[in-house]
């Protein structure tokens, strides 16, 4: 068995490392956009310790700025190994690796994607690694695998991949004659073609064979109402196989509402404003028996199931099961908040369930803090063995020791984290050690080990290096409240270079506030680059959603007080910094992006503060063009929702009075626009800027994602918007820019808003 000593001063040098790199200010550079692009991140959950804990696996997204490609590396740390800090051996680079797995003390099973060059299209397999040797042995499935789980020793895989649809000769003929003549189109209903909304997916299970070769079936599925003919299962999300191979756990979209869902408030909430959330299920498969029934009575699209080491039970991580005292009390404060979807993803408690009787037991009562916030969800318990002694996260950094007493979960004890400073995430270990990533908002990610006999801690890893010879920007955490009383947190970055008494330009940009290491934004590389500002000589004020909605019920239609209720978060936030002498209020500019780029739209109409600059990023959302664009009723209703109504008769007035295309009058910010694929979405708003010569650009991504992924998309984005708020803000212009005529273009926009002002 592996032995773990941890100097105590390795330790203790470990903390300050882990607090600050101590540099002198003097010899350390600004940080650039090719730095933000190209941090080095250990990717979410991919840490695995080995079964005899030994080692160590991991994968890290490292992106390439210059072949414009992400390289995902697979490594491979030992752990005897503590004096120095390296990042062990890679055994793997591609395209995209993930779901790593250990199949004993010496092999990793992955899953692995390769692009073809200048191609889009990517193939993923399944890889079996040795870990001593660095062979790499295909496992051959003559599928695309869309998702896949192993059993603990991989003798067994499961993997969904897209249903392959046979179309009869006479549903072919009945194709070319609507296309041919045309057919009738629904309300509501799209645009008429004949394939569903979701995608559907067959599993497939395999069994290794003497020659290591999986032996491939497909699985049969019968959802509940259902004929007795199987049918593949719509949009599959989540596939987790037991350790002994015998049962599946899997997440899809069901057809059939679970008895009892149509009635609980959060599930009529969740169709009303047009989602599928109310459809996905948390299911257990019988692979003997083929047997399929709900395995936890929540929406499965916000659970997060995990095995025990036995198989004789599982873990559910999410809000309390429908039925329970503790479901109402939850969706009554989620409704109360106004923002009902964003609210239940804070409740993220421990249950256990056993498989026999399918019990769910409340193990540990878990919240996240502000809506949105997915802070425990992807921390289930660890070292399961028995199902009755867990290591269950409970904040931050602690986590408390849970064993059954009396038929009921108590805690017997608590590892304090403290140590480890900043974020902690990833985590995974067995009874002698944890093995885990820490970050904080100046202090890139990297592995640390704790040993949970002797409380102590290491650093393993060194992934970005670079960031020693760069100065940040200090943060600092702020709370306040907005004119409603509502409750807001954010995170402020001081301009490198900080000056006590001087008053700077201000950037709010609209972000989770989490601990994780800030070079662009966490989970967002679309528009954000807060460091980037902070070094330019911006205050950065980083903050999400509000805790609370306290504006009076019944003010706005719809559910409008929300973004009443973000905007007065937005313009309290400023006033405080501008009260603290830290900001110029004729210098303040916004950032959005996704959901928040609808809030800084309506903001940039509405409010009475003055934003002399805005980004808003990939939304488009609420506004009359795309009421009706799809023809979806869940759209519309999603609509409806947020504005009380449709864009028609007496609800009109609604649209009229809070969409922001028709609201774009009243702008007096220059606004940048940066929108994937074919961007419809953007242009209403556009189109009413550019009609009423507001100062206004439009970046189209063609095949961008949902936040931006490729490095090359990542970089002309954050360097567009530093160009665009130190232009409007301080004035200035980046000499040869990559886009030569775009400081011309915005000094003849910045005229004609002059002239325009002065009339």
Not at 36 to 61: L, W
Not at 151 to 159: L, M, R, Y
Not at 243 to 260: E, F, H, I, N
Request: charged share 25%.
């Amino acid at each position: 068995m592996a032995r773990y000593p941890i100097a105590r001063a390795l330790a203790a040098s470990t903390v300050a490392l882990l607090t600050s790199i101590q540099v002198v200010a003097g010899q350390l550079r600004p940080i650039t956009v090719q730095d933000c692009v190209r941090t080095r991140r250990v990717m979410d959950q991919e840490v695995q310790i080995s079964p005899d804990g030994s080692q160590v696996a991991y994968v890290v997204k490292a992106p390439d700025i210059v072949s414009n490609r992400n390289d995902y590396r697979l490594y491979v740390r030992d752990l005897a190994q503590l004096r120095e800090r390296e990042n062990g051996r890679l055994l793997l680079h591609a395209d995209s690796i993930s779901e790593i797995r250990w199949l004993g003390p010496q092999k990793i099973i992955v899953r692995v994607e390769k692009k073809a060059d200048n191609s889009d299209d990517s193939k993923g397999q399944l890889t079996v690694v040795d870990t001593t040797t660095g062979q790499l042995k295909a496992l051959k499935v003559p599928y695309q695998i869309q998702l896949y789980s192993s059993s603990a020793d991989g003798d067994t895989i499961v993997f969904s991949a897209r249903a392959q649809t046979d179309i009869s000769a006479e549903s072919e003929q009945s194709v070319q004659n609507d296309e041919a003549r045309g057919f009738r189109v629904l309300f509501g209903s799209g645009v008429g073609d004949s394939y569903e909304h979701l995608p559907e997916f067959d599993v497939y299970l395999g069994n290794r064979t003497k020659e290591g070769e999986p032996d491939i079936r497909k699985l049969c599925f019968r959802e509940p109402a259902e004929s007795s003919m199987c049918s593949p299962l719509r949009n599959i999300i989540r596939l987790n196989l037991s350790p002994d191979g015998k049962r599946l756990l899997v997440t899809y979209s069901s057809r059939v509402a679970p008895p009892g869902w149509t009635n609980q408030t959060f599930i009529k909430h969740a169709k009303g404003v047009g989602t599928l959330l109310d459809t996905y299920v948390l299911s257990l498969y019988d692979i003997e028996t083929g047997q399929l029934h709900l395995a936890f009575n929540y929406p499965g699209a916000l659970l997060h199931a995990s095995w025990s080491d036995n198989s004789e039970h599982y873990s559910v991580v999410g809000p309390s099961p429908f039925g329970t005292k503790d479901a109402s009390a939850e969706a009554e404060a989620a409704m109360a908040s106004g923002q009902a979807l964003y609210y239940m993803n804070r409740f993220q408690h421990v249950f256990i369930v056993e498989v026999r009787t399918g019990v769910a037991t409340n193990v540990r009562h878990r919240e996240g803090g502000e809506p949105g916030n997915f802070k425990f969800w992807n921390d289930p318990p660890l070292f399961r063995t028995r199902g009755d002694d867990l290591l269950v996260r409970i904040s931050d950094h602690a986590l408390a020791w849970m064993t059954v007493q009396n038929g009921k979960w108590e805690q017997r004890g608590l590892v304090d984290l403290r140590a480890a400073s900043g974020s902690i995430s990833s985590l995974t270990g067995n009874d002698r050690v944890l093995v885990g990533v820490t970050q904080t908002t100046i202090t890139p990610p990297d592995l640390f080990i704790f040993d949970l006999r002797r409380n102590e801690i290491a650093l393993l890893t060194d992934l970005n290096p670079e960031y020693s010879d760069i100065r940040l920007g200090q943060t600092e955490r702020i709370e306040w409240t907005n004119r409603f009383g509502s409750r807001c947190a954010g995170l402020m970055i001081k301009p490198v270079g900080f000056e006590a008494g001087k008053r700077y330009p201000m950037i709010f940009l609209a972000a989770n506030t989490t601990d994780d290491f800030i070079s662009d934004a966490p989970y967002l590389t679309t528009a954000y680059a807060p460091q980037s500002l902070a070094s330019a000589g911006f205050i950065v004020l980083i903050a999400h959603y509000p805790a609370d909605d306290k504006t009076p019920k019944g003010e706005f239609p719809g559910e409008m007080s929300a973004a009443y209720n973000w905007m007065s978060m937005v313009e309290a936030g400023v006033n405080l910094l501008v009260d603290r002498k830290l900001v110029d209020p004729n210098r303040v500019g916004i950032g959005g992006f996704s959901r928040t780029s609808w809030l800084t739209d309506f903001v940039v109409t509405h409010s009475t503060y003055k934003f002399i600059a805005a980004s808003s990023a990939d939304s488009g959302i609420y506004n009359y063009g795309m009421y009706f664009r799809y023809n979806s009723l869940e759209d519309m209703k999603g609509d409806e929702t947020q504005l009380g109504g449709p864009p028609y008769g007496e609800t009109l007035a609604n649209w009229l009075r809070y969409a922001p295309p028709f609201n774009a009058k009243q702008v007096g910010s220059a606004v940048l626009m940066e929108y994937t694929g074919v961007a419809e979405h953007g242009f209403e708003f556009f189109t009413a800027l550019s009609r009423l010569g507001k100062p206004v650009e439009f970046y189209r991504y063609p095949k961008g994602k949902h936040p931006l992924d490729t490095p090359f998309e990542r970089l002309a984005s954050l360097q567009r918007n530093i160009d665009w708020f130190r232009f409007w803000l301080q004035g200035y212009e980046r000499p040869e820019p990559e886009d030569s005529e775009q400081y011309a273009r915005w000094r003849e926009m910045r005229a004609r808003r002059d002239a325009a002002a002065n009339n």
